[in-house]
Every structure is written in structure tokens, then in C-alpha cells.
């Protein structure tokens, strides 16, 4: 069993950064796949980032240049550093990690807006 606990969402003007982090319970998290999906009023949950075990990482295009993902495998953590941001990134964050099936956190509000 796996509990995902996200944090670091809020409100945050256009251009202004946040970074989520996402705390896993359980064991072997280290090298269990993880990342983040968003999912915006009124649209599907996509992907966002996502990174393995080794650290490989995989953004979708939308975010390229502008968001980081990255792990601390001793705190059990994972984050989403998020800059330049913008009005069209407002959503539900969700964080996953996939220990052979796929568990999923509660999410976190971010809002981007002047």
C-alpha cells in the first residue's frame, strides 16, 4: 500500500513559480516510476512530468523549459518546480507513483491568475 501526500499548490500570479512536492509512504519508492498529471476545468487529466527510478525524466511540450521534476528518493519525495507561469496551467495536480499498479495522491489546487 502506497499513500501520496501532495503540497505546494496555491495562487500565484502569471510569471510566478511554485514548486508541488509529493510524499510517499511505503516501501521501495526509489525505484518505482512517479510524476505529476494536471487535469484544468472542464478538460481530461494529462500528463505533465514524469521520472523513473534512475532520474530519467519524460515533460510533456507544454511545460518544456518551464517545469522541473525531480526526486529526493532518501525524504521519499517528489517534486514539480513550476516557473513562467501561466493562466492556461490552472488545475488539479495530481502526483502518481507506479509500484506495479498505480497510486494516486489527493491533489493540489494551483491557480494562475492576476
Known amino acids: 500500500q502506497v499513500e501520496l501526500v501532495e503540497s505546494g499548490g496555491g495562487l500565484v500570479q502569471p510569471g510566478g513559480s511554485l514548486r508541488l512536492s509529493c510524499a510517499a509512504s511505503?516501501?521501495?519508492?526509489?525505484?518505482?516510476?512517479a510524476g505529476w498529471y494536471r487535469q484544468g476545468p472542464g478538460k481530461e487529466r494529462e500528463l505533465v512530468a514524469a521520472?523513473?527510478?534512475?532520474?530519467?525524466?519524460l515533460y510533456a511540450d507544454f511545460v518544456k523549459g518551464r517545469f522541473t521534476i525531480s526526486r529526493d528518493n532518501a525524504k521519499n519525495t517528489v517534486y514539480l518546480q513550476m516557473n513562467s507561469l501561466k493562466p492556461e496551467d490552472t488545475a488539479i495536480y495530481y502526483c502518481?507513483?507506479?509500484?506495479?499498479?498505480?497510486?494516486w495522491g489527493q491533489g493540489t489546487q494551483v491557480t494562475i491568475s492576476s
Open positions: 511505503g516501501s521501495a519508492f526509489s525505484i518505482n516510476d
Open positions: 502518481y507513483t507506479d509500484p506495479g499498479s498505480r497510486y
Open positions: 521520472i523513473t527510478g534512475g532520474g530519467r525524466t
